[in-house]
T-cell receptor
Framework: QKEVEQNSGPLSVPEGAIASLNCTYS??????FFWYRQYSGKSPELIMS????GDKEDGRFTAQLNKASQYVSLLIRDSQPSDSATYLC???????????????FGTGTRLKVLA | DAGITQSPRHKVTETGTPVTLRCHQT?????MYWYRQDPGHGLRLIHY???????DKGEVSDGYSVSRSKTEDFLLTLESATSSQTSVYFC??????????FGPGTRLTVL
């Protein structure tokens, strides 16, 4: 079982609609959760981080975390063609014994916003 | 954005040659990471460092070694490059269990 799973898409939404991106993770000790946006040929860019259950809003973006269900989502309101990209979900996991941290990424969901 | 640079940005090399990629960060972050990104696999962790001279393996570490002699620099070495190591390599840094920031990437082609 993959540690972080995302639907690869593509997810197509019309301009102005809400895009909903989902991610599940398997490691219950995960502490921190992140959403990155990656345009083709570019590096991942952090857009949201969330550390506790519930919703976190930042502009048009809302991250939702449910640790009991091991589920994190990203909502993009008023989607724009410029939001078309691949969205990566990442989970921060403590490394056993070393007291260090590593990040596990999903394979990403490709979002297409249609003008 | 965190100041992270990678060099070179593009490299073409031949099978069997050694290759070193460099990552430099100006954020004084304790943690640094090397990933490779391939179609269908997403970002996979190669090695990471949690301090000067402190490193650990990731999920795809075979054929790679790393070194960190200064907080700001993290080197990735392919001792003898193979075609399967053709990929895009990203360096990242973080202060701990918080946001991780990425460099611009290095596109490596092994012929």
């Amino acid at each position: 079982q993959k540690e972080v799973e995302q639907n690869s898409g593509p997810l197509s939404v019309p301009e102005g609609a809400i895009a909903s991106l989902n991610c599940t993770y398997s490691d219950r000790v995960s502490q921190s959760f992140f959403w990155y946006r990656q345009y083709s040929g570019k590096s991942p860019e952090l857009i949201m981080s969330i550390y506790s259950n519930g919703d976190k809003e930042d502009g048009r973006f809302t991250a939702q975390l449910n640790k009991a269900s091991q589920y994190v989502s990203l909502l993009i309101r008023d989607s724009q063609p410029s939001d078309s990209a691949t969205y990566l979900c990442a989970v921060n996991i403590p490394s056993q014994g070393s007291g260090t941290y590593k990040y596990i990424f999903g394979t990403g969901t490709r979002l297409k916003v249609l003008a | 954005d965190a100041g992270i640079t990678q060099s070179p940005r593009h490299k073409v090399t031949e099978t069997g040659t050694p290759v070193t990629l460099r990552c430099h960060q100006t954020e004084n972050h304790r943690y640094m990471y090397w990933y490779r990104q391939d179609p269908g696999h997403g970002l996979r962790l190669i090695h990471y460092s949690y301090g000067v001279k402190d490193t650990d393996k990731g999920e795809v570490s075979d054929g790679y070694s790393v070194s960190r002699s200064k907080t700001e620099d993290f080197l990735l070495t392919l001792e003898s490059a193979t075609s399967s190591q053709t990929s895009v390599y990203f360096c990242a840094s973080s202060g701990g269990a918080v946001e991780q920031f990425f460099g611009p990437g290095t596109r490596l082609t092994v012929l």
